[in-house]
């Protein structure tokens, strides 16, 4: 059985670059390892804004980590804001460097899934180029992957690490 807190960062996160800097601040600060999942999350409607969620393996790291965000102010309430959400700490994520196959992918890391934009899955022996920054989603119950074609005949996650923001050139 998994716990999951939610901690909402309110307006100083509004975008995935700035959740992603505070998501792995507070899991420096909280000392967290490779077990426990971190995502975030869009919430959409009035005020649209990114919230994060921590999911533990026990009930005694959930606590601690609720009470260690409680006190440095931040707002944490138990659950998850919805059944997707963007991970960014899962276990494995620190071998997913550099050049990876596909098959190592899987078998390194949490994630269930690799897919390739409009192809299906990606094969085992496909090379992934992370750039440092693999970023799957929950779908459905499972973590998956979705790559894009790059050059050399190899994949790239589909989220690029630093993205150009909309009409920048404007």
């Known amino acids: 059985m998994t ?9 100083r996160v509004r975008d995935l670059r700035a959740a992603d800097h505070l ?10 390892s ?10 959409r409607g009035e005020g649209a804004r990114v919230v994060l969620s921590f999911t533990f393996p026990s009930e005694p790291l959930l606590r601690a980590a609720r009470e260690r965000l409680s006190a440095g102010g931040h707002d944490v309430t138990p ?8 991970a960014v700490l899962y276990p494995g994520v620190t071998a997913l460097t ?25 094969a085992p022996e496909a090379r992934l180029v992370t750039r440092g920054h693999v970023r799957p989603l929950w779908q459905g119950g499972r973590l998956v992957l979705s790559a894009m074609p790059a050059t050399g005949g190899t994949l790239a996650p589909f989220e690029v690490p630093n993205p150009t923001p909309c009409c920048a050139n404007h």
């Open 3 to 11: 716990h999951t807190l939610t901690v909402d960062a309110g307006a």
């Open 23 to 32: 998501l792995h601040a507070l899991s420096t600060e909280l000392g967290l």
């Open 34 to 43: 490779e077990t426990v999942f971190g995502c975030t999350h869009l919430v």
């Open 79 to 86: 659950g998850i804001p919805d059944a997707t959400g963007r």
């Open 98 to 122: 550099g050049t990876v196959p596909v098959a190592d992918v899987l078998a390194r890391s949490a994630i269930d899934r690799v897919t390739v934009l409009g192809s299906g899955d990606a």
